[in-house]
DNA sequence: CGAACGATTGACGTTTCTCAAGGCTGGTGG
DNA sequence: CCACCAGCCTTGAGAAACGTCAATCGTTCG
């Protein structure tokens, strides 16, 4: 289910950003918490909200029966994600770290669409996830370990801060679901990055990463 | 460029099908054939129009600048395709065996959109592409050449006709582009289901495939 | 303090890739 | 008609990349 009770703390308020402009009553618009591990909806369950990142991190994955996993993104502070034309989500997503969401409900937003503007706004959301998932499947399909590694930190970079100082919030394991790869393969990679001088790691948790060197990145990262 | 000349033949002619149906003047839809290995657009090239396989193949890819190769999507006779919101391409397109595509000018479209119903088609079929590559994601991620042979086969039964009788228009090359392998691994893939009993080959060019036994196919497969 | 969690590293096994050889088919020109 | 050639597919052997299993270490938190 969507709204999972006893891990969240409910504040009523009445955030403007993103599609959720078009709201115009306060109970469309609530600020929600959850914690670290926690799921904000599942696979094929119904998709009755639309959620913005305030603060932490979101994975969205697919699993196999067997229990692989397939992150296809991670939504950062500011990201909408959750956004559908269907009924239902295609995607699980749980907090990566404990994580405030903004969310609202999709209904309040349906019957705002009376000029198209919102359709237009779903169209251009969802042309960027497309963008999104074009470019992974090159990751995916052609890229070694090191090139997915590289890649990664560049996404990281640019969408964390883009100042070369990042602080991850996700666990090797999370990388190496997104990348296709383990979480020993990952951790080899950022091993041998460093060897190389490209990276370096700023705190003992190994979570915070100073990219020393871009361009190297750049050259490892081959581009389409 | 968009339209290359001297492998091409032109014949205008009024064609009724999916987005096309807008269209009300006889010089917005041309019936174009494009010899096999023929580029259709370019990466970063105008879209200037939108293509419907009226018989033949077409692939879709993107390259890594030393010349690796990640087809995203093959189009097959009915699919439309080069349909974008932006003003280029993202991929490039190209005949994978001689074909005759139907191809309407974007422009022409974008005037018919008085009612905002070809906003909500556009989004409909960028949705298609998204949870395509949705699904492409899981099988280049995280699973290894035997499911991914098994799944492009199980794909393309389903939408060439369905009866476990399938021709491939495409080359083990082709098919491993799509699957992130290589050519020998993907032979390799197919003698294995052959040597199971799931496929059989029934012509000398080896394009020719019986699904033998779909459930096998499916077990082998592992599902969402 | 001790348990749980996350990260690293090494040794080893498996899968996939690379390189190479050979076969089949269809088309072309003698 | 046949020889030849080019393209595509298969198969094998060895190499490389990646995964698996296991041990260890540091951190966090009760």
Redesign the pocket.
């Known amino acids: 289910m969507s709204l999972p009770s006893d891990k969240i703390t409910h504040r009523n308020s009445l955030q403007e950003f993103g599609l959720m402009r078009k709201s115009n009553s306060a109970e469309c618009v609530s600020e929600v918490f959850f914690e670290k591990g926690t799921k904000v909806y599942g696979d094929n369950e119904p998709a009755d909200y639309v959620y913005q990142v305030k603060t932490g991190a979101v994975r969205s994955f697919k699993l196999l029966s067997d229990g692989r996993r397939q992150i296809g993104a991670f939504h950062l502070a500011g990201d909408i994600f959750g956004v559908t034309t269907e009924k239902h989500h295609r995607f699980t997503a749980e907090a990566v770290v404990d994580t405030t969401l903004w969310l609202v409900r999709r209904q309040s937003l349906d019957l705002a669409d009376t000029d198209g503007a919102l359709t237009r706004e779903l169209l251009s959301m969802t042309v960027r996830n497309l963008q999104h998932a074009e470019s992974q499947l090159l990751l995916l399909g052609q890229k070694?370990?090191?090139e997915k590694v590289a890649a990664f930190l560049l996404e990281m970079d640019k969408r964390l801060t883009g100042t070369g100082a990042i602080t991850l919030p996700m666990?090797?394991?999370d990388i190496a679901d997104y990348l296709?790869?383990?979480?020993?393969?990952v951790?080899?990679a950022?091993?041998r990055l460093k060897r190389k001088g490209a990276i370096g790691?700023t705190d003992?948790?190994?979570?915070e990463i100073t990219l020393l060197n871009k361009q190297r990145l750049l050259v490892i990262d081959p581009q389409d």
Chains 1, 2 share one sequence.
């Not at 296709?180 to 393969?185: A, N, S, V």
């Not at 003992?204 to 979570?207: P, S, V």
């Open positions: 070694d370990s090191l666990t090797r394991r296709g790869l383990t979480l020993e393969t951790s080899r950022l091993a790691f003992a948790t190994q979570r």
